[in-house]
């Protein structure tokens, strides 16, 4: 039985920051969450495609870390690679070259996946994240969605025929926007909702996120780290952070709390180098002035 296996794209990042420049870091937010999710003692599993380039480099980490693998599909030919350019801790631009991963499609998924308490569908081809989806609602499996770039160029209307078939969505306040061509947050995430998800997510940056439900919008805070490395990936553990406080049947407050403390202790390291710990959190939690959940200690 798995808390949580991670489908989606995994990548060769090249991340560029104005004072440091970091190379053949293993990213792409499936591997992440699988990472971090294992790191906080959830039991997760990856879906992905790596090319024959970088396969060893992949499989030795999710070994060391303990991220079950069975699914990782290695075809010869180039990995997916990212090169992201930052000014200060603020995207300026993406250069994507697709590689093995963007075959990835639903048929990568085992069946013997299907024995966990949620699914994470990262970004990954268009229609391996809508087939994915529509298997798990048959399957009566909680959904956790985060939609890939292509959605942001189809109307809503079509977008909302896949939406249906999720749980949670996750995304941050631009993607957000794009997805739903609205200007507003409110009405943006108004209209997912009305769609089907009965979380609706939006990570904030350094502005925090917010939790909606049919009842209620919960602002969640940003817990501010002792310093700022690398802001790849932060996403990526605020999802991991607030699904580990489900699993452990927390309120949605306090679930966004330990997202928002995973978020700030990954940016204190370099990419997946410093994967964040229970300890470390609960210190965060100290230094903030909150009570670390007792459920998670130990």
Same mark, same amino acid.
């Given at each position: 039985?798995?808390?949580?296996?991670?489908?989606?794209?995994?990548?060769?990042?090249? !991340?560029?920051?104005?004072?440091?420049?970091?190379?053949?870091?293993?990213?792409?937010? /499936?591997?992440? &969450?699988?990472?971090?999710?294992?790191?906080?003692?959830?039991?997760?599993?990856? &879906? #992905?495609?790596?090319?024959?380039?970088?396969?060893?480099?992949?499989?030795?980490?999710?070994?060391?870390?303990?991220?079950?693998?069975?699914?990782?599909? &290695?075809?010869?030919?180039? %990995?997916?690679?990212?090169?992201?350019?930052?000014?200060?801790?603020?995207?300026? %631009?993406?250069?994507?070259? *697709?590689?093995?991963?963007?075959?990835?499609?639903?048929?990568?998924?085992?069946?013997?996946?299907?024995?966990?308490?949620? =699914?994470?569908? /990262?970004?990954?081809?268009?229609?391996?994240? =809508? *087939?994915?989806?529509?298997?798990?609602?048959?399957?009566?499996?909680?959904? !956790?969605?985060?939609?890939?770039?292509?959605?942001?160029?189809?109307?809503?209307?079509?977008?909302?025929?896949?939406?249906?078939?999720?749980?949670?969505?996750?995304?941050?306040?631009? *993607?957000?926007?794009?997805? #739903?061509?609205?200007?507003?947050?409110?009405? /943006? !995430?108004?209209?997912?909702?009305?769609?089907?998800?009965?979380? =609706?997510?939006?990570?904030?940056?350094?502005?925090?996120?917010?939790?909606?439900?049919?009842?209620?919008?919960?602002?969640?805070?940003?817990?501010?780290?002792?310093?700022?490395?690398? &802001?790849?990936?932060?996403?990526?553990?605020?999802?991991?952070?607030?699904?580990?406080?489900?699993?452990?049947?927390?309120?949605?407050?306090?679930?966004?709390?330990?997202?928002?403390?995973?978020?700030?202790?990954?940016? *204190?390291?370099?990419?997946?180098?410093?994967?964040?710990?229970?300890?470390?959190?609960?210190?965060?939690?100290?230094?903030?002035?909150? %009570?670390?959940?007792? %459920?998670?200690?130990?």
């Amino acid at each position: 039985m798995f808390d949580i296996i991670s489908f989606g794209q995994s990548s060769i990042d090249e !991340i560029i920051y104005e004072s440091a420049t970091y190379r053949n870091q293993i990213g792409g937010a /499936a591997l992440y &969450v699988a990472a971090i999710g294992s790191s906080l003692g959830l039991r997760t599993g990856l &879906v #992905t495609r790596i090319g024959s380039d970088f396969a060893n480099q992949l499989l030795i980490f999710l070994s060391k870390h303990e991220i079950y693998n069975s699914c990782i599909r &290695v075809t010869n030919g180039t %990995s997916t690679q990212l090169s992201l350019t930052y000014k200060g801790q603020s995207l300026e %631009s993406i250069t994507i070259s *697709e590689g093995v991963a963007s075959a990835l499609s639903e048929t990568d998924f085992s069946d013997n996946y299907l024995s966990t308490q949620a =699914v994470y569908i /990262a970004p990954a081809p268009y229609l391996a994240q =809508v *087939e994915l989806a529509r298997t798990l609602k048959l399957q009566g499996i909680t959904t !956790i969605f985060d939609p890939h770039a292509d959605f942001e160029n189809i109307p809503f209307e079509q977008t909302a025929a896949v939406l249906k078939n999720i749980d949670i969505f996750f995304a941050n306040e631009q *993607e957000t926007l794009r997805l #739903t061509q609205q200007q507003d947050l409110l009405t /943006a !995430i108004t209209n997912i909702a009305s769609a089907g998800p009965r979380l =609706v997510i939006i990570t904030k940056g350094a502005k925090g996120a917010w939790i909606w439900t049919k009842d209620e919008l919960i602002e969640i805070p940003a817990l501010a780290p002792d310093k700022v490395i690398d &802001v790849v990936g932060a996403g990526d553990a605020f999802k991991t952070g607030f699904f580990w406080g489900m699993c452990h049947k927390l309120s949605l407050q306090e679930c966004g709390l330990l997202g928002a403390g995973t978020a700030a202790c990954i940016i *204190e390291g370099i990419g997946l180098n410093s994967l964040p710990t229970r300890e470390q959190i609960a210190l965060l939690f100290e230094k903030h002035g909150l %009570s670390f959940p007792l %459920s998670l200690i130990g």
